[in-house]
């Protein structure tokens, strides 16, 4: 029979304690060094471009660069603000009205896709819903011509409902809120069934109220992706009243190309809106993103 190993002496015991602690402190102090340097890297062209939105071009263009504006000057916001040729609070409100409506049809479509395809059985479920996914293995150019016609034909060329209809329905949307209404538990379901609710009374009081973190994900994502959306708009907007945000800043860009202080002043007011919704709305984004890392 073998010996019983002895107890290690507490002061021993207590050093091993003591580094064990350092280790960890030290590690998540560099975890945190880490982290903050590559938040400076990321964000550093942001900070870059909204400081030299107040320098004037002469400033901008000097060498060596200045971090800080010499002179901080609003005149550029108000050019850009004025200008009668690039009317830019025109370009926002068209933005705004499409990115609005392609993200309240987008959260409503995919949380009533998501719950039939989460708690429903019927014929052919995995089938359509194996169909809805491989609308996500499309690329976008394959589709784009025939979108084109379609939209042509429905005299849609050149208004926002062209930039509105196609993005109705979002197959990414339907996948994520599945994943998550999922996780739900039934009895909730059967329990407002046999209280007499129908079907949108318990996808209106209960589904909706528990994936709020995942509509905030999911409405962020989208509203981000529409608003900075190019390529279609492109194809689809040539009127100056009804051009999108993205395409205006090209447009202004290309006008006032050696005018870097109002190309930077306008691109500072184009991601004005993504942050301050990103701020209001960064606890339930910062949710609905770890949830949707656990539920994947």
């Not at 499409?98 to 039939?116: K, M």
Request: cysteine-free; proline content about 6%; charged content about 10%.
């Amino acid at each position: 029979m073998g010996l019983l190993e002895a107890p290690a002496h507490p002061a021993l015991a207590a050093g091993r304690v003591t580094r064990t602690r350092r280790r960890v402190r030290f590690g998540g102090l560099l975890a945190a060094v880490a982290v903050t340097l590559g938040g400076v890297i990321m964000f550093l062209p942001v900070i870059w471009m909204v400081l030299s939105s107040f320098k004037s071009s002469v400033e901008i263009l000097q060498a060596p660069p200045t971090f800080w504006p010499q002179h901080p000057s609003l005149q550029a916001y108000r050019t850009v603000l004025s200008d009668p040729d690039h009317p830019l609070l025109t370009y926002v409100k068209n933005s705004t009205i499409v990115s609005l409506a392609v993200t309240a049809s987008v959260l409503f479509t995919s949380t009533l896709a998501g719950y039939v395809f989460a708690k429903f059985a019927f014929f052919g479920k995995n089938v359509l819903f194996i169909l809805v996914l491989s609308t996500l293995m499309v690329p976008f150019q394959v589709v784009m011509i025939p979108l084109y016609l379609v939209m042509r034909a429905l005299d849609l060329v050149n208004t926002l409902w062209s930039l509105i209809l196609p993005a109705l329905v979002s197959a990414f949307g339907i996948f994520l809120m599945k994943q998550f209404i999922e996780g739900l538990p039934t009895a909730m379901i059967e329990a407002g069934r046999i209280d007499g609710a129908s079907e949108f009374t318990i996808y209106r009081r209960i589904i909706v109220p528990q994936v709020i973190p995942a509509l905030t994900a999911l409405g962020l994502f989208t509203f981000m992706g529409t608003w900075n959306d190019y390529l279609w708009p492109l194809i689809m907007i040539n009127d100056e009243a009804t051009k999108t945000l993205a395409l205006g800043i090209a447009s202004f860009n290309s006008f006032h190309g050696a005018r870097y202080d109002l190309t930077l002043a306008a691109s500072t007011l184009s991601v004005l809106p993504i942050v301050v919704l990103f701020v209001i709305f960064q606890r339930q984004f910062v949710r609905g993103i770890a949830l949707s890392g656990l539920k994947g």
